[in-house]
């Protein structure tokens, strides 16, 4: 108990650290390392279509979309049985797709720490072929 009493009454007189200084704003019209790249990729056509895009999507779809926009994309997802207000069916088309995807439209989940530019686009492109 002791030694417990002796280190809490030697942090007593340190004094507070001071504030790191406000960021400074970045110059106008730079544009963050890698933004380029990143709007590329996430630019219209998207990579090739192919069964290994399309698998990705499927999986990626599975485990992120599917408890709200159910397995076909309608919004009928397990959610919406537990109370969850009305979803919007996820459009059809590859871009519009892509664009719901980056923009959170309609209150959706942010995927944008969760999926890489390509997986959004196999998402999108396996949408694009529900039913």
């Excluded at 926009?69 to 088309?93: E, F, M, Q, Y």
């Excluded at 209150?107 to 890489?116: F, N, Y």
């Amino acid at each position: 108990m002791l030694p417990l009493l002796l280190l809490l009454t030697g942090c007593d007189g340190w004094l507070e650290s001071p504030r790191p200084p406000p960021p400074v704003p970045a110059p106008e019209g730079s544009v963050a390392q890698g933004t380029a790249a990143r709007r590329a990729a996430l630019a219209p056509p998207g990579p090739p279509v192919d069964d290994a895009l399309l698998r990705e999507g499927a999986e990626a779809f599975r485990i992120f979309c599917t408890p709200c926009h159910g397995p076909t994309g309608a919004g009928d997802g397990v959610v919406t049985r537990h109370g969850h207000p009305p979803i919007p069916p996820l459009p059809h088309d590859a871009v519009r797709s892509m664009t719901v995807l980056q923009t959170n439209l309609a209150g959706a989940h942010p995927v944008e720490g969760r999926l890489d530019p390509r997986q959004r686009w196999a998402v999108s492109r396996f949408v694009e072929r529900l039913p």
